[in-house]
């Protein structure tokens, strides 16, 4: 028997591990541990474990479908591209949107913003970091110059106190969750601060178990008994950064004094005075965070606070430092970076500034879309609702908003509006049932290509097996899509090397990287901009990036948010997910060992909120909030705290998506999705 090998990174989270794809008569049969690959040294989590279950799923697409008198009809790819050519051709640029993916490569995404801006001449270009990290990219872009996860990964394990808020990382970032315990087993003191005892708070020296959405008034808190203290770095703010006193003069208020931030949060005065403590005097304090920070109309203000945190007490730039922002997806990280954002090209050069039209427009060699912002995931869908005629036609690559954009009914009025869809996948998505047209793609077994990890790593995907039936991979798709709407030129491309090789000409921090030099196995951090560099894997080691080289300050006041809690709906929502799933559950409940594993959806309550309800354990509940309702199994557990439920939004059945808000951070326009009112019921007995 002949088993093959192959090398490649996992396509779920954004650590980027890597393992072996195990073939074996020309198909995937396995996954078997890669040793030498420093990101996970051999290990796995369950979801990379399983990660060839889904691939040769007999739900994966394998012909064109075009709908017809409203059911789908199997089609040739030439049929389905002189129908989608044509169709593209009758709309003008900004009646048109995309939606690219953080799932797919990089040089997919390239193809995809390039697509957009040179071929259907719209502005309209975003995906899913919008309704993720959008926050991170803001506010340590104000307050750094650059957007990115500070440090590397390796590096948690040499920090002497971590402060991990609004991150489940043991089951979200499984193997970063790991070094977070390397840290624990070098000494340091893990401090945990989230509404749950997840996994990841079980082994933390101490739980600050708040209320979701009052993130800025305890890190102000924290601010202030620094300051009081004596505990901040006065070198690092007189030399590094600007606009201190400002920061100074608002956590200095009695708002934020112990006592009020205990009323806040919930916490106990004593447990975030000993929290300040540990972490203004460890002299090397890391933060790790994810969506319990961002996903807020607050966004931008908490990210904005843990930075001004971290140069107040002059945590950055060192080993065991800095500011982890976990990027989620397997290439969110890629996907920005090559410019699949409504705001920048590729590198995060801003669509606003004509030069860098002009250069896109000279690398091209076409008239590009007008140098303004486009419409982001969550603006488009609400275009799309409210008002009608507006948008008309969009082309949806690796995403599935009809089950992860909030306010599910108002997406599905949404995307009914609009005439004309194209989504492209693996699965017959509930997006994909909405479309006019769906396209197979390849997953990322079947293809050659790179993604970048959360700590900026641009590691390669290596082709395994052929696609299913008829199924291409996305990048060709865009070239052979490219090539019906008469731009061949734009889209020459053999292979995915040679789309790589555009990309580091038209984007500095790849500048420096070829498909030769990712092939080893720690492959390479950027800012890499020359053939010579080494890669960065720590970031603002002498000065940060705005072009006086200073971080700055920005006084933050917390605001609670869109929807407080009252009488009609009297508890706290929060939402996120489980180790088994990822999100909309296309790949994971098509594992049959994950799916086993959560075979459905639950609602968290607290057991005094439970025992006041009359609510026992298991028992079918009805939930809903002002846009609608939901029935769910309870799972009574003290590990939630008291007034606030937790729903994971992976299943269909029970979509946590349909109670959720969709209200946006004002710049980031990330929507609120870790905080709305919501109310119980017993479902009453027929
Ligand atoms: N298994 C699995 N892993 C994943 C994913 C998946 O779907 N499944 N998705 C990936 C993606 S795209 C992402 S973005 C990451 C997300 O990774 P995480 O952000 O770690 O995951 P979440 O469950 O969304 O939320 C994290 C925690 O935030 C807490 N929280 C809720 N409200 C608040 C608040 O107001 N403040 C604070 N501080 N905390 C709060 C929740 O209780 C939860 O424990 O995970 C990635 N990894
Ligand atoms: N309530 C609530 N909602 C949330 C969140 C939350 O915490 N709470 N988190 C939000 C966050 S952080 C995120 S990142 C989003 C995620 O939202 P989405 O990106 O919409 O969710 P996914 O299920 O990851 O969708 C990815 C799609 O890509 C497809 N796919 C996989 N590989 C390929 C490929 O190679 N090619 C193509 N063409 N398709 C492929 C999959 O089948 C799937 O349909 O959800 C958001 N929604
Ligand atoms: S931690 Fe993330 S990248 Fe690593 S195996 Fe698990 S899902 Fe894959
Ligand atoms: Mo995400």
């Given at each position: 028997m002949e088993f093959k090998y192959v090398p490649t990174t996992c396509p779920y989270c954004g650590t980027g591990c890597g393992f072996n794809l195990v073939v074996k008569d020309k198909k995937?049969?396995?996954?078997?541990?890669?040793?030498?690959?420093?990101?996970?040294?051999?290990?796995l989590c369950p979801k990379g474990n399983y990660a060839w279950e889904f691939i040769n799923s007999p739900d994966r697409l394998t012909k064109p479908l075009i709908k017809k008198d409203g059911k789908f009809v199997e089609a040739s790819w030439d049929e389905a591209y002189k129908l989608i050519a044509q169709k593209f051709k009758s709309y003008k640029g900004e009646e048109m949107?995309?939606?690219?993916?953080?799932?797919?490569?990089?040089?997919?995404?390239?193809?995809?913003?390039?697509?957009?801006?040179?071929?259907?001449?719209?502005?309209?270009?975003?995906?899913?970091?919008?309704?993720?990290?959008?926050?991170?990219?803001v506010g340590l872009a104000g307050a750094f110059g650059s957007g990115a996860m500070t440090q590397s990964i390796a590096d948690i394990a040499e920090s002497k106190c971590l402060l991990v808020i609004g991150t489940n990382t043991f089951e979200q970032h499984p193997l970063i969750g790991r070094r977070i315990m390397q840290a624990k087993m070098n000494g340091a003191k893990i401090i945990y601060a989230d509404p749950r005892l997840t996994p990841t708070g079980k082994?933390?020296?101490?739980?600050?178990?708040?209320?979701?959405?009052?993130?800025?008034?305890?890190?102000?808190?924290?601010?202030?008994?620094?300051?009081?203290?004596?505990?901040?770095n006065k070198d690092f703010i007189k030399?590094?950064?600007?606009?201190?006193?400002?920061?100074?003069?608002?956590?200095?208020?009695?708002?934020?004094?112990?006592?009020?931030?205990?009323?806040?949060?919930?916490?106990?005065?004593?447990?975030?005075?000993?929290?300040?403590?540990?972490?203004?005097?460890s002299g090397q304090s890391a933060v790790l965070y994810s969506m319990g920070i961002t996903q807020h109309t607050t966004g931008v203000d908490n990210v904005k606070s843990v930075a001004n945190l971290q140069m107040l007490t002059g945590n950055l730039g060192r080993p065991g430092t800095g500011i982890c922002a976990l990027r989620g997806q397997n290439n969110v990280q890629g996907a920005c970076d090559m410019g699949a954002l409504a705001n920048v090209y590729s590198g995060y050069q801003s669509v606003l500034v004509p030069e860098m039209k002009k250069k896109m427009e000279d690398a091209w060699g076409c008239q590009i879309a007008e140098g303004k912002v486009g419409l982001t995931v969550t603006t488009l869908i609400n275009t799309l609702a409210d008002e009608p005629g507006k948008v008309k036609c969009v082309y949806i690559m690796g995403e599935n908003p009809m089950l992860s954009d909030p306010d599910l009914h108002h997406v599905e009025k949404g995307l009914k509006n609009a005439?004309?869809?194209?989504?492209?996948?693996?699965?017959?998505?509930e997006t994909a049932q909405l479309a006019d047209v769906v396209l197979p793609a390849t997953c990322f077994a079947e293809k050659d290509g790179t993604q970048t990890s959360t700590e900026r790593r641009v590691q390669k995907w290596r082709k395994a097996q052929d696609p299913p039936g008829e199924a291409r991979a996305d990048w060709k798709i865009i070239c052979e899509l490219g090539a019906a709407m008469g731009y061949e030129k734009q889209f020459p491309y053999k292979s995915a090397e040679e789309i790589f090789n555009e990309i580091a000409r038209v984007t500095p921090s790849y500048g420096g990287m070829t498909y030769a030099r990712l092939e080893k196995p720690e492959a390479l951090h950027w800012p890499c901009p020359t053939a010579e560099h080494p890669g960065t894997p720590?970031?603002?080691?002498?000065?940060?990036?705005?072009?006086?080289?200073?971080?700055?300050?920005?006084?933050?006041?917390?605001?609670?948010?869109?929807?407080?809690?009252?009488?009609?709906?009297?508890?706290?929502?929060?939402?996120?997910?489980?180790?088994?799933?990822?999100?909309?559950g296309s790949m994971t409940r098509r594992s049959p060992s994950l799916e086993r594993e959560e075979p459905t959806g639950w609602v968290e309550i607290n057991p005094e909120d439970a025992k006041a309800l009359g609510i026992a354990d298991k028992e079918m509940l009805k939930v809903s909030s002002r846009r609608g309702d939901i029935k769910i199994g309870a799972r009574v557990t003290k590990t939630i705290k008291k007034g606030v439920v937790f729903i994971?939004?992976?299943?269909?059945?029970?979509?946590?998506?349909i109670l959720t808000i969709n209200a946006l951070d004002p710049v980031a326009k990330i929507p609120e999705f870790k905080a709305c009112a919501c109310k119980i019921e017993k479902i009453k007995e027929a």
């Open positions: 995937v049969v396995g996954v078997q541990p890669w040793q030498r690959n420093p990101v996970n040294e051999g290990k949107a995309c939606l690219a993916s953080a799932r797919v490569s990089n040089e997919e995404n390239y193809l995809m913003q390039k697509f957009a801006r040179a071929v259907l001449k719209t502005p309209n270009i975003d995906h899913c970091a919008r309704l993720c990290h959008a926050s991170t990219v082994i933390a020296d101490l739980h600050l178990q708040f209320y979701s959405g009052t993130d800025v008034a305890l890190l102000n808190c924290f601010m202030q008994l620094i300051l009081k203290n004596g505990w901040e030399n590094r950064t600007k606009d201190f006193e400002k920061v100074k003069e608002v956590v200095m208020k009695d708002t934020y004094s112990p006592e009020n931030v205990s009323k806040i949060t919930g916490v106990p005065a004593e447990d975030i005075i000993k929290a300040a403590e540990w972490f203004g005097k005439e004309f869809i194209v989504v492209q996948d693996i699965f017959l998505t720590i970031l603002h080691k002498e000065k940060f990036s705005h072009p006086d080289g200073l971080g700055i300050f920005t006084p933050i006041e917390w605001k609670a948010q869109a929807e407080v809690p009252d009488k009609e709906y009297p508890f706290l929502l929060t939402t996120g997910r489980c180790i088994w799933h990822w999100h909309t994971p939004f992976h299943f269909i059945e029970c979509a946590a998506n």
